[in-house]
């Protein structure tokens, strides 16, 4: 059983940053591919970022590609999501996920435990 809290959301004005953190209780969380996804009002649950446990491959959705970084630091058994350049269209809840998988990781489906997820807010 892997256990995933996030952290860092919040109330921000377009063009501003935020980095949202996801601490995992796995023993070994560098066997995990990690991601990150949001939820809108309304709408479906959609693949944000990936980073990939073997290879240190990472995967970003095309509406956050330039603007969001996904990394990890296995010491810590932590993910991160740095988001930059915010738009009031960001806002979701972020959830963050643990997957033992290595492909078809822009799919839900495929990630094994998930977070509560955090609030992100971006003002215009």
């Known amino acids: 059983q892997v256990q995933l809290v996030e952290s860092g959301g919040g109330l921000v004005q377009a063009g501003g940053s935020l980095r949202l953190s996801c601490a995992a209780s796995a023993r070994a969380f560098s066997s995990y591919s990690m991601g990150w996804f949001r939820q809108a009002p309304g709408k479906e649950r959609e693949f944000v970022a990936t980073?990939?446990?073997?290879?240190?491959?990472?995967y970003y959705a095309d509406s956050v590609k330039g603007r969001f970084t996904i990394s990890r630091d296995n010491a810590k058994n932590t993910v991160y999501l740095q988001m930059n350049s915010l738009k009031p269209e960001d806002t979701a809840v972020y959830y963050c996920?643990?997957?033992?998988?290595?492909?078809?990781?822009?799919?839900?489906?495929?990630?094994?435990?998930w977070g509560q997820g955090t609030q992100v807010t971006v003002s215009s």
């Open positions: 980073f990939a446990w073997s290879a240190g491959v990472t």
């Open positions: 996920a643990a997957s033992s998988a290595l492909n078809l990781l822009r799919v839900a489906t495929r990630y094994d435990f």
